[in-house]
Every structure is written in structure tokens, then in C-alpha cells.
């Protein structure tokens, strides 16, 4: 195997355990310790209220920020995280505010998805599909279409391109082993891959659906869309 085949490695399955996945998941269980939600997820939230929405997902939900602002809003929402610690956090918390929230520990590389075709109103996909080569955000993004609801609503953040260009002449160390993807060989992420999006790429990862907005803020594509 040659070095960008070694480096070009995925989050590890549920269950095992190694240096790069322990030492991501201790710093993303430290992520938003305040919990507050994302101010295009309020605005999202406000599209979906208007449109009658009531079933949404979660998509990679960590220690659960946006779980509790969606459930705390009334909608019936259900979420998914790789981390058993962090859908831990999620439930306690979930617990301690009276709230209520259909969570799983369930990898996103493990296809297909625990859901019924059409069973969302929405899905939110914040920070999170970007965790893979290219092969498997396609195929994640594919069952994110599968589950959706047509007319149902599709929010999505991943880092830019140029985030990843700014990095780069900042003398970021990481291997880029594919187009676009790049794998830290430092810091708390190392090992983990990182897909940086053009926007018309992020576009075409949702054939399904029609963009309905495209922002960039804090160097991440914001993609709200509508499933045709």
C-alpha cells in the first residue's frame, strides 16, 4: 500500500478503537460546550415550522446541540452518532431538560442508513459527511436522498476549498490523498480525512434536490435544498 493509500484512512468502525479515531473523539466531545445552535440551523428551523415539517434527523448529532434545539421546538427528531460517549451526553442531557429524542450509535459509512426510504421531513447534515473519501460521502449523500421525503428539506455545512488552500499556505502538515481530501498528519484530527467542497461539487452531491440557498460562513459551504 503506498503512503497516500495508508493515509486516505476513514473513521474506524464502531467498537474499534486507535489512536486517530480516540484522539478525534476526545476533542469533538469538547466541541460547542455551550451547546447553542448554529444561526443558519435557527433560521432552517424556521423554514421547516413554515412548512409543517415534524420528522427530522440528525445526521452525525455528536454531543446533541442540535437535538436539543429542534426537540425543545416540538419537532419529533431523531439522530445518529458514531460515538457511543457522545450519544451518552446527548441522552443524559436530553434526560435532564425533559426532552425527548430518538438516538443511535450508528456510523455513517455503514450503508445503508437505520431508516425507512421517505421517512424525513428534513435532514440536517452539519460538519460531519465530509469525514470520508469521496466514495462514501457519495454514498451517504445517496442515502440521505433515499430517506428524505420528497418535498422534504435538506440542510448541509462542509468546509470549503479555499479553507483548504488557506491552510495549506499556513503550512497545515496533512496528505492530500485524493482530489479535495485531505488526511492531518497533526493535531487532535489526525488521520481523519477531510473532503473540502467547490460549491458546485456540494450541489452535485444532492442530485435529488433543488438548492434553494448557498452561503458560505466561517469558511463552510451552507447548502439549504428541497427534495424534487
Same mark, same amino acid.
Given at each position: 500500500?503506498?503512503?497516500?493509500?495508508?493515509?486516505c484512512?476513514?473513521l474506524?468502525?464502531?467498537?474499534?478503537?486507535?489512536?486517530?479515531?480516540?484522539?478525534a473523539?476526545?476533542s469533538?466531545?469538547?466541541?460547542?460546550?455551550?451547546?447553542?445552535p448554529?444561526?443558519?440551523?435557527?433560521?432552517?428551523?424556521?423554514?421547516?415550522?413554515g412548512?409543517g415539517?415534524?420528522?427530522?434527523l440528525?445526521?452525525?448529532?455528536g454531543t446533541?446541540r442540535?437535538?436539543?434545539?429542534?426537540?425543545?421546538?416540538?419537532?419529533?427528531?431523531y439522530?445518529?452518532?458514531w460515538?457511543e460517549?457522545?450519544?451518552k451526553?446527548?441522552?443524559?442531557?436530553?434526560s435532564?431538560q425533559?426532552?425527548?429524542?430518538?438516538?443511535?450509535?450508528?456510523?455513517m459509512?455503514?450503508?445503508?442508513?437505520?431508516?425507512?426510504?421517505s421517512?424525513?421531513?428534513?435532514?440536517? #447534515?452539519?460538519r460531519v459527511? &465530509?469525514?470520508?473519501? !469521496?466514495e462514501?460521502v @457519495?454514498?451517504?449523500?445517496?442515502? %440521505?436522498?433515499r430517506?428524505?421525503?420528497a418535498g422534504g428539506?435538506l440542510y #448541509?455545512?462542509?468546509?470549503t &476549498?479555499?479553507?483548504? !488552500?488557506?491552510?495549506? @499556505?499556513?503550512?497545515?502538515k496533512? %496528505?492530500?490523498?485524493?482530489?479535495?481530501?485531505?488526511v492531518p498528519?497533526?493535531?487532535?484530527e489526525?488521520?481523519i480525512p477531510?473532503?473540502?467542497?467547490?460549491k458546485?461539487?456540494?450541489?452535485?452531491?444532492?442530485?435529488?434536490f433543488?438548492p434553494?440557498?448557498?452561503?458560505?460562513?466561517?469558511?463552510?459551504?451552507c447548502?439549504?435544498?428541497?427534495?424534487?
Amino acid at each position: 500500500m503506498d503512503l497516500l493509500s495508508t493515509q486516505c484512512v476513514e473513521l474506524h468502525p464502531i467498537g474499534e478503537q486507535s489512536s486517530p479515531s480516540s484522539m478525534a473523539e476526545n476533542s469533538w466531545l469538547n466541541w460547542y460546550p455551550d451547546r447553542t445552535p448554529e444561526e443558519s440551523v435557527v433560521r432552517f428551523a424556521q423554514t421547516l415550522k413554515g412548512a409543517g415539517s415534524q420528522r427530522v434527523l440528525d445526521f452525525g448529532c455528536g454531543t446533541g446541540r442540535h437535538i436539543f434545539y429542534l426537540a425543545r421546538l416540538g419537532f419529533e427528531v431523531y439522530g445518529f452518532d458514531w460515538s457511543e460517549d457522545a450519544v451518552k451526553i446527548a441522552r443524559e442531557e436530553l434526560s435532564r431538560q425533559g426532552l425527548g429524542a430518538e438516538l443511535r450509535v450508528w456510523d455513517m459509512n455503514h450503508v445503508p442508513l437505520p431508516y425507512d426510504d421517505s421517512f424525513f421531513d428534513a435532514v440536517l #447534515v452539519v460538519r460531519v459527511i &465530509h469525514h470520508a473519501t !469521496m466514495e462514501k460521502v @457519495r454514498r451517504a449523500a445517496s442515502e %440521505v436522498q433515499r430517506i428524505t421525503k420528497a418535498g422534504g428539506y435538506l440542510y #448541509v455545512e462542509v468546509p470549503t &476549498h479555499e479553507k483548504a !488552500m488557506r491552510l495549506k @499556505r499556513e503550512g497545515s502538515k496533512s %496528505v492530500e490523498c485524493e482530489p479535495g481530501t485531505f488526511v492531518p498528519s497533526e493535531g487532535d484530527e489526525i488521520g481523519i480525512p477531510h473532503h473540502h467542497f467547490k460549491k458546485d461539487e456540494l450541489v452535485a452531491l444532492f442530485p435529488g434536490f433543488t438548492p434553494l440557498a448557498l452561503e458560505e460562513r466561517y469558511e463552510h459551504h451552507c447548502l439549504t435544498a428541497r427534495k424534487r
